[in-house]
């Protein structure tokens, strides 16, 4: 079973059935032949997003779909994901690219990001897929 990092507006996008979502994260996401890996970051943008009317659902509505999909997983910011976090990238992306790169490490195996951030894919530090 693949496991994946995923990014906030790729999260949110899929919940909201938003065209904006490419179409192999659509695939992805609607499987549940994978891992999805939501690192706190995530959670967090997610709740402040909606507060700021950017995202039409809730970090409670997020919440609930996690809670009920077994093969989704939160990350926490740990000290690993701290060391491992690029410098070249802002503090929003670098988390979740180092939430990926130490995953790859702990279970050795290549872990994906899906995500459309122009930063992340240009950055060259971890797979993306969108």
Request: proline residues 2%.
């Amino acid at each position: 079973m693949e496991r994946y990092v995923i990014d906030t507006h790729a999260l949110v996008w899929f919940l909201e059935k938003s065209r904006k979502l490419g179409k192999k994260v659509r695939e992805i996401l609607g499987t549940k032949e994978r891992i999805l890996i939501i690192p706190t970051i995530v959670l967090a943008e997610i709740k402040y997003l909606h507060k700021k009317h950017r995202f039409s659902t809730s970090l409670r509505e997020v919440m609930e779909v996690i809670e009920e999909d077994k093969h989704c997983l939160v990350y926490p910011l740990d000290i690993k994901v701290v060391e491992v976090m690029p410098e070249g990238l802002d503090i929003h992306d670098g988390i979740i690219v180092a939430t990926g790169l130490s995953l790859q490490e702990l279970f050795d195996e290549e872990i994906k990001v899906l995500t459309k951030d122009g930063a992340i894919k240009d950055s060259g530090l971890i797979s993306t897929v969108w």
